[in-house]
Structures are given as structure tokens and as C-alpha cells.
């Protein structure tokens, strides 16, 4: 008797599945860490049948359909770039159905948490749409606050294995994901091996910012927390005030820019580092203090001692590392302060690694090409220069994929900026562009704009930026060709004889 599974598409096979069973890792992990805290309350009830059913489902559609051929490299691109909007939107709903909140409000929470922005609307104000109170962070079921930080832990590794994964494979090209020819050599023998590596340098990471931080003042539940949001540069926190939380703690706010800056480092040069590994690193360590040091010089020298130097540390840090922690209003900061933040956050960190932005990496290609230019201009176009940023030859295609990307962030980051101005009355220049590059670097530093209060209209704009960003636009610009090109190729083999339908 032949079984009844149904032959479909390949993305049609797998793009549900993969998006069920991403919303529902953070849900399940939610529930575990609050059973084991003692929080057995509906809320939890809520999200463990939630994150059951949606394991169950995409069991369930694995089994009763096969795909009519493997899956293609440029499809899993697609795959992975729906993957990031339905995952957020799944993993919304039983945040909506168990806070009773608007959905808009639970998505926006869900975007900003896998995308590792952390910009947040649960700040104790009402939606304006529906006249609904949105509950500050405090406020919260344990659950829903311990479900904020694992979408943001999760988001973060996701996205590292991601990259490296599409590039091994050679499935992203290499300006996606700023790195030149060569750079993604193998961790380990094999891919498989490599990933397990990743995690297992990832969880060791986590379990020792958890300790500095319990060790630094914090309880074990905010040390755990904060570990997470800090490693993925996700910048969540369980507190509305963010590490303002712990303001006079000076260990804690060490801790946490040692742990933002860790978390934007390039995770190869990390495993290698720890490793013992020879490796031609990147140059991006060095690159990113050096950043910093820029940065904190920068803007001391513009704010003029109106804020404390470990505060301004602590925000270059942040901004840079794209992580997002404050730890004091940035509403009412000198707005000199606020472009140069403005400025680290669109550089953002280190390729290969959680952090947003362009990546120090591209920065890095593009200085370099203006010297090398530079040089050919004085010295004649006959003059041999040689291209290598961190050890690696940089052609001269490279530096023009990285300049296109350069290009589209700015484009965005402007777009971005004047909504925000046209949408949120009584906004100005310098706050709309701190907002805009804010989610479109999946920052998550705020100057007042983000909140409950927000309308639809901009919470979408957000919503949207963060979107591109994490994926670095070039990925939602090839995925409607790569999808026009999949169902072609599937017509072709349909009209060659090749039949879909139950077997």
C-alpha cells in the first residue's frame, strides 16, 4: 500500500516547517527556564502548548509531503530570508493571545528580538490604534521576559551559522557578508563540525558572562539574562531602564562592555584565538579598539564633560558593538553625541559575528581602497598596489560589491529617517536619523521614539528596517529572482514528463 505523501515544491516543504520550529525553540526554552525558576502560571501554560503544537505541525507536514528534487543552494536563500519573516510573526501569536495586547505590538517585540535589535514597545504606555495599555518589562510574566532574551539569543546564532554555513557552500556571495576570496576558511574538517564548534563556543560564552556578571552584583536570573542579550548583541534587558538598572554598580557596566564587545568580534578569530589555532586573523579586533578609541575621544571632546566618561565608554561600546544597552535617557544627550553614535552604529562590528551595521570589515576594504586609489592617482596608473585587508587579497569587484552595499544602507538609513520624520509629529532631523539607523543596524539604542505610543504606520517602518538589516538588503533584493528562477526550473521538469502529486 503506498504511503499518502503529497510531492511538493521544495519550498513549499520546508519553508513552514523551518519558520514553525524556529518561533517555537524560544517558546519551549521560555517555558523550561520558568518551570525551573518555580513560575508554573497560565502564561506559561500558554507558551508550552503554543511551541508544542508548532512542533507538532511541522512534524506532520515533514512527513506527509517530499520534495520533488533536493533543494537548490539559491533556494535555501529564499528559504532563509522568509525564515526571518514568518519566524517573528509565528512566534508572535501566542505573545498576543496570552497578553491579550495587539498583534502589531507582539510582532514588533518578536521582530526586534530575533533580528537582535532591541528596541522595544513594553514600555508601560498605551497604543494609540486601539486604545490598549502595552505593560512596561517589569510588568511582564516571567515567561514572556525570559521568552525576550532567548529570541534574542537564538537570533543571534542563528544568523552566525547562517553566514557561515551560505558561505561555505557558496551560497552568499562574499560582500554579503563582508568578507573577501578566501576568508571563510573551514573551523573544523568538516561544516557539521564547525557548527557544533560555533555552539559550543557559543554556550561556553554565555555560561561565562553569566558567572562575571552573577559575580559582578547581579542575581543569578538577570546574570543569565543579560548574558544572552549581551553575546548576541541584542541589548534586551529585564529591566525598563535598562543596565540604568545597575547604574551605580561600575563591575556590572564593565562586565557588559566587555561582553558587547566579545559578542561583535569575529567569532573565527575568537575560535582560533582560544583555539591556539594559526590563522591569518582579520585585523577586525584591532580594527573595532581602535574604533572605540576614536569614538570615546570623539565624544568627549564634543559633549564637553556633560556626561560621565564611563557612561560615554559604555554607549560607544554599545553603539558599535550594536548590542543597544543604555544606561541613562539619550532623549535630551547633546545631539553631537547622538551623530556620532549615529556614525558607530551604521559601521557596526565585526563580520562573522552577531553585531549589525555595515561591519568594520567593509570599513576597513573602503579606507584601504582610498589610499590604494590614491596611490595610483600620484604615482601613475602603472604603479603596483597591493590589495590586502587582515592578510587577504581584496579585488578591485570586492570593493565594489562592499561600496554597493555602503550605498544601500545609506539609501535606506535615509528613507528610514524622513518617515520617521513624516510620521512621528514633533520628531526632529537628528532624532528620526538616530531611530532609523538605530533598527536598520539592529541597534536597538533609543532616544524616545520607540514605544508603545507609536502608531502602526512607524512601528512598521521599524519593523522593516530591522528586517533588511539583519539580512543586509542585498538578500530580499536577490530572493524575488531566485524564486521566478525555482518556479521556472520547475515548469521546465514538469513539462519534460516529471509529474507532482501523491505517491
Not at 519550498?11 to 525551573?36: E, F, G, H, I, N
Not at 511582564?140 to 532574551?149: G, K, Q
Not at 550605498?407 to 528610514?416: D, Y
Not at 539592529?442 to 512607524?458: D, E, R, Y
Request: charged residues 10%; glycine residues 8%; contains cysteine.
Amino acid at each position: 500500500m503506498k504511503s499518502l505523501r503529497f510531492t511538493v515544491h521544495p519550498l513549499v516543504k520546508y519553508m513552514l516547517p523551518l519558520s514553525l520550529v524556529a518561533a517555537a525553540a524560544p517558546l519551549l526554552l521560555a517555558t523550561v527556564w520558568s518551570l525551573l525558576v518555580g513560575e508554573t502560571d497560565e502564561y506559561v501554560l500558554c507558551l508550552t502548548i503554543y511551541s508544542l503544537v508548532y512542533s507538532l505541525i511541522a512534524l506532520i507536514w515533514l512527513t506527509v509531503t517530499k520534495p520533488t528534487r533536493p533543494v537548490k543552494i539559491g533556494e535555501t536563500l529564499v528559504l532563509v530570508a522568509f525564515a526571518w519573516i514568518l519566524t517573528p510573526l509565528l512566534s508572535a501569536i501566542p505573545i498576543h493571545c496570552a497578553l491579550g495586547i495587539p498583534f502589531i505590538d507582539a510582532w514588533f517585540e518578536s521582530v526586534s528580538g530575533f533580528t537582535t535589535t532591541g528596541l522595544s514597545v513594553f514600555n508601560g504606555a498605551v497604543d494609540p490604534d486601539y486604545n490598549v495599555y502595552i505593560p512596561s518589562v517589569e510588568e511582564l510574566p516571567f515567561v514572556i521576559t525570559t521568552w525576550r532574551a532567548v529570541t534574542q539569543w537564538l537570533g543571534g546564532f542563528g544568523i552566525v551559522v547562517m553566514f557561515y554555513v551560505f558561505a561555505r557552500l557558496g551560497g552568499l556571495p562574499a560582500h554579503l557578508v563582508g568578507f573577501a576570496e578566501g576568508r571563510f576558511e573551514r573551523l573544523e574538517p568538516s561544516i557539521a563540525h564547525s557548527v557544533r564548534a560555533l555552539f559550543g563556543l557559543y554556550v561556553a560564552l554565555t555560561f561565562f558572562f553569566t558567572v562575571l556578571f552573577y559575580v559582578s552584583g547581579m542575581p543569578a536570573n538577570d546574570a543569565l539574562y543579560h548574558a544572552l542579550t549581551a553575546l548576541s548583541t541584542g541589548g534586551f534587558s529585564s529591566h525598563s531602564y535598562s543596565l540604568g538598572y545597575y547604574r551605580t554598580a561600575i563591575a556590572v557596566l564593565l562586565a557588559a562592555v566587555l561582553a558587547m564587545s566579545i559578542g561583535a568580534w569575529n567569532y573565527a578569530d575568537l575560535y582560533a584565538l582560544l583555539k591556539g589555532i594559526p590563522r591569518k586573523m582579520s585585523g577586525e579586533i584591532n580594527a573595532y579598539i581602535g574604533v572605540v578609541a576614536i569614538g570615546l575621544v570623539l565624544s568627549l571632546v564634543l559633549v564637553s564633560g556633560r556626561l560621565p566618561v564611563l557612561d560615554i565608554l559604555f554607549y560607544v561600546v554599545s553603539a558599535l558593538s550594536t548590542t543597544g544597552f543604555q544606561v541613562s535617557s539619550l532623549s535630551h544627550a547633546p545631539a553631537a553625541l547622538k551623530y556620532v553614535l549615529v556614525l558607530l552604529m551604521f559601521v557596526g562590528g565585526s563580520a562573522f559575528s552577531t553585531a549589525g551595521g555595515v561591519k568594520l570589515y567593509r570599513v576597513m576594504v573602503l579606507a584601504k581602497s582610498v589610499k590604494w586609489s590614491s596611490a595610483r592617482i600620484i604615482y601613475g596608473s602603472d604603479y603596483y598596489v597591493a590589495r590586502k585587508v587582515g592578510g587577504t587579497i581584496v579585488s578591485e569587484e570586492e570593493i565594489v560589491k562592499v561600496a554597493s552595499v555602503f550605498f544601500l544602507f545609506a539609501i535606506l538609513q535615509a528613507v528610514g529617517a524622513l518617515l520617521l520624520l513624516h510620521l512621528v509629529p514633533g520628531t526632529n532631523l537628528v532624532d528620526a536619523l538616530f531611530e532609523a539607523t538605530s533598527a536598520l543596524c539592529t541597534v536597538g539604542l533609543s532616544v524616545g521614539i520607540t514605544g508603545a505610543n507609536l502608531h502602526m504606520a512607524p512601528k512598521l517602518v521599524l519593523m522593516a528596517l530591522m528586517t533588511l538589516g539583519r539580512l543586509e538588503i542585498h538578500t530580499f533584493i536577490l530572493v524575488p529572482v531566485l524564486i521566478v528562477h525555482s518556479i521556472r526550473e520547475e515548469v521546465h521538469h514538469l513539462a519534460h514528463g516529471r509529474y507532482v502529486g501523491l505517491s
